[in-house]
């Protein structure tokens, strides 16, 4: 359930209130928006609660019963937007964010090259796997530490910041020293244990959907990052798997305003990996942005034909130029900019 709190409720009401469900045992997640102060109530608890203790106590304005299964991530605990600031950049307010850079960091040079470019053309985060789960174990499988350096360098160098994969427990607080954004990739939505240690640190963190999840299941899994304590997730579309073959996935435009409804969370959307085919990146891009797409993240390489890992959906840097123009024409129709 959540506790609404009054708009002239006190400090001291409302921390008694959070002093009360500790006491029985639940975990109390507060969330205070422009008029009011939402206290989210989770975990099983040593006994029963009954809403009608805490609609009798000081300050207090209502006590909802959340019906659905995910409770921090839904709007009923926080009806507003929530917005991740980095900085100047605001992932989840009215500028849509774009994200872009190689799939994987093959060499600081590489690295540079296309940093400088998509920097040049309005990308404000710059992306590349330092670490790759990749399909094949014979496949290039990431520099890791150094890839992460030469991101973090290259990032500072060209006025960006960072989002990188995050593949198990062990890599969190490495990955945490280098990035801005920790990126949790699709074969890793529902690994439960990484999700919880993710929920351990204070550093944004972008979910991706699974190849067959349901926005049910992709919920839940942010569920499992919030109920750790930590509130800075983002959702990433990314397609999913159908029994289509003339594209690497589907992308699921459907997916981003059903989102918007369901829950506050940024979303942001991922048209590289959503097709695998470069001519159908600006396109499904531009389709993200008319729903609700609070972000785009796309693949770019100066070489694509060279890239260590998925050459065939990257697009290159006057291709991003492209497509960065043609948003800055759609934005505005929907009250966005980029």
């Known amino acids: 359930m959540v506790i609404v709190m009054n708009e002239h409720a006190t400090e001291d009401q409302i921390e008694k209130v959070i002093a009360a469900l500790t006491m029985k045992g639940f975990d109390a997640h507060r969330s205070t928006g422009a008029t009011r102060t939402v206290i989210g109530v989770v975990g099983s608890g040593k006994e029963p609660i009954d809403p009608r203790e805490f609609e009798i106590q000081p300050g207090v304005h209502e006590v909802i019963k959340i019906s659905e299964p995910y409770k921090l991530a839904g709007r009923v605990f926080k009806p507003e937007d929530t917005v991740i600031t980095l900085g100047e950049v605001r992932v989840g307010g009215r500028e849509v964010v774009l994200m872009a850079g190689p799939c994987a960091v093959e060499s600081e040079k590489q690295l540079d090259i296309i940093a400088s470019s ?3 053309f309005g990308a404000r985060i710059l992306r590349g796997g330092a670490f790759k789960p990749r399909t094949s174990p014979y496949a290039f499988q990431g520099l890791g530490e ?10 500072d160098r060209h006025g960006l910041k960072v989002i990188t994969e995050v593949m198990d427990t062990t890599q969190v607080d490495l990955v945490a020293r280098y990035a801005d954004i920790l990126q949790v990739g699709a074969r890793n939505m529902q690994n439960f244990h990484m999700l919880k240690e993710l929920g351990r640190i204070r550093k944004p963190v972008m979910l991706k959907r699974g190849l067959a999840s349901t926005i049910q299941e992709w ?4 569920e499992y990052i919030m109920a750790g304590g930590n509130h800075q997730v983002m959702l990433c579309e990314r397609g999913i798997r159908t029994f289509e073959n003339y594209t690497r996935n589907t992308m699921d435009i459907s997916a981003i305003p059903i989102i918007k409804k369901l829950s506050h969370l940024p979303i942001v959307a991922d048209p590289s990996h959503g097709t695998g085919l470069r001519d159908k990146v600006i396109p499904m891009a531009r389709a993200a942005l008319a729903a609700g797409a609070d972000g785009v993240m796309v693949e ?4 694509p034909e060279r890239a260590l890992s998925d050459g065939p959906q990257s697009i290159y840097p006057e291709q991003f ?18």
């Open 118 to 120: 998509v920097a040049r």
């Open 146 to 155: 150094e890839g992460l350096t030469y991101l973090r360098r290259s990032a």
């Open 219 to 222: 919920l839940l899994s942010a």
């Open 300 to 303: 770019v390489h100066h070489e």
């Open 321 to 338: 130029a492209e497509l960065v123009a043609q948003l800055r024409i759609i934005a505005p129709a929907i009250g966005r900019t980029v």
